[in-house]
């Protein structure tokens, strides 16, 4: 009943809206106090449960601090905003900016044979590699490019089919043999990829569905035990992410947020700990809930959230995502509800990846009732409503999914005296203009408290927008030095910084680095 508003914006009126001008750059830090400098990256392989944890291969604790990025599971069958960006650059934005995972909202339509893409611009190079590929072959690309940049993916069967969505997981058209044939199909062209940690069954479950009746055709529990049992059957390695319904013991609340039930029948697979539950919750710009109007608002926020799904989580049942959750921030109600939904997920700072996990809805500014990080322009980022989520971002993840190895000798061992290197890379370059990012490594065995790069550029680039940095520019020399939030940097750690460019072309140059 919540989403009828949040659909996408037509990709018509989208297709106007401009390139990328700048990129912005990912946050420094660690997952867990109990992981050193010398550790592996969190992350590595393939991830489990254990009670209220999310593991990684060895064994570590992850966050998972995402962005959804919809498309897939529309006309379009593709990722939006293609029509003005290549993908690599808005995935290398979403690195920059601090997320470590993408949700990828799909429809059953992009595995139907003869499925093509559209409103995909292949202008001046951009999204060259993804000519003449199916959705699916697109969709391969999104999750290779994303594993090289250390982000992973959460796979969501948002829809049956790209007309909207459906109260329960199966229609007329799509029926639960459909359903569950898909779910196979993907888990098994991504086994052997630890980027794709795990599959969101299906989204926003609501009335008639149910949990618990044992009514099979509408018991969403029941159904995800079959949909998880089969998707396991062919990739056990797999997260299996289940969301709730709308309405359990005569009590409703949000589409998919309602897992009051969970306590008396849990969702119970055949393979351990691989059950992730997961919550959407939403603020007035998508409808008014009575909560928003009781005079104790926002401090009764905590309890209706400890009330639907927080308890999970508290009492270390297991895992709890919060797989979206936004808000155009208009309204001065939406801005409490999202300043005490952020401090109730647990800032990272504090409880590291002892944590609710999320992904912010959404990535896209063309969600009718909550726009997104990005506004209309594709390019230019929403500062104030990223800024609400910089506390509970978490480190990014090794790179394929793979163990970073060795970060090199430390250097400076005498100790006591601050020093940092810097690597400056080039993302993504379409001619008219491009992207990169210097990464700021502590190469010294005290930790810093700031730290300044500078180049020089070879030929007459200028910086059009950085992010997380500050920066001037005389010449063709750049100095940029870190932001607030991430000039701290530990022993053996890194901060990066990213901006856009024009025009493209021209040599990578040296960088130099000091550090206090």
Request: with cysteine.
């Amino acid at each position: 009943m919540f989403r009828s508003l949040r659909r996408a914006l037509g990709a018509a009126a989208a297709a106007l809206l401009l390139p990328l001008a700048g990129v912005q750059a990912a946050q420094a830090g660690t997952a867990g106090t109990a992981v050193t400098a010398e550790a592996a990256v969190p992350g590595a392989g393939y991830w489990h449960t254990d009670g209220r944890q999310i593991r990684d291969a060895a064994g570590q604790s992850v966050r998972i601090a995402g962005i959804n990025w919809f498309g897939f599971e529309t006309a379009n069958h593709a990722v939006h905003g293609l029509w003005a960006r290549d993908y690599k650059s808005m995935i290398d934005q979403m690195k920059s900016l601090g997320y470590n995972t993408i949700r990828l909202p799909y429809s059953d339509d992009i595995l139907k044979s003869g499925s093509v893409p559209n409103s995909i611009d292949f202008s001046g190079g951009k999204n060259a590699d993804l000519q003449g590929l199916s959705p699916l072959q697109i969709m391969d690309k999104i999750v290779a490019y994303a594993g090289q940049d250390g982000l992973k993916v959460v796979l969501d069967r948002h829809r049956p089919d790209a007309g909207g969505q459906s109260a329960l997981w199966y229609t007329s058209a799509v029926p639960e043999s459909t359903w569950i044939t898909n779910l196979k199909a993907l888990a098994t062209r991504y086994k052997g990829d630890s980027t794709v940690i795990g599959i969101d069954l299906h989204n926003e479950p609501h009335d008639p569905a149910c949990w618990g009746c044992g009514d099979t055709a509408r018991d969403w529990r029941l159904a995800a035990q079959r949909a998880g049992n089969a998707v396991l059957s062919v990739n056990p390695e797999l997260l299996v992410f289940v969301e709730g319904v709308q309405t359990f013991d005569g009590v409703s609340g949000w589409w998919g947020g309602n897992l009051m039930g969970v306590a008396r029948y849990p969702v119970q697979l055949d393979v351990p700990n691989r059950v992730v539950y997961s919550a959407h919750d939403y603020a007035t710009s998508v409808a008014q809930q009575s909560w928003f109007s009781d005079p104790s608002f926002p401090d009764n926020m905590p309890g209706i959230w400890d009330k639907y799904w927080g308890y999970i989580f508290k009492q270390n049942i297991a895992p709890v995502w919060v797989g979206e959750f936004g808000t155009t921030l208009q309204s001065t109600v939406d801005q409490k509800w999202l300043a005490a939904l952020v401090k109730y997920l647990r800032p990272t700072s504090t409880n590291g990846a002892d944590s609710f996990s999320w992904t912010f809805w959404s990535w896209n500014p063309n969600s009718g009732d909550t726009g997104g990080i990005l506004k209309d322009d594709w390019q230019t980022v929403d500062t104030v409503k990223d800024g609400y989520l910089a506390s509970v971002k978490a480190p990014g993840f090794p790179p394929g999914g793979s163990d970073p190895g060795d970060p090199g000798d430390p250097g400076d061992p005498g100790g006591g005296t601050a020093a940092c290197t810097a690597a400056y890379t080039v993302s993504s370059d379409w001619g008219g203009g491009f992207n990169a990012e210097v990464k700021v490594t502590n190469s010294g065995t005290t930790a810093l408290k700031s730290w300044k790069v500078t180049w020089t550029w070879p030929g007459a680039q200028k910086v059009t927008n950085m992010w997380n940095a500050s920066y001037t520019q005389s010449g063709a020399t750049v100095t940029a030095v870190n932001a607030g939030h991430n000039g701290a940097v530990a022993a053996g750690g890194s901060a990066s910084l990213g901006f856009g460019g024009a025009p493209g072309g021209g040599g990578v140059p040296a960088v130099s680095c000091t550090a206090t």
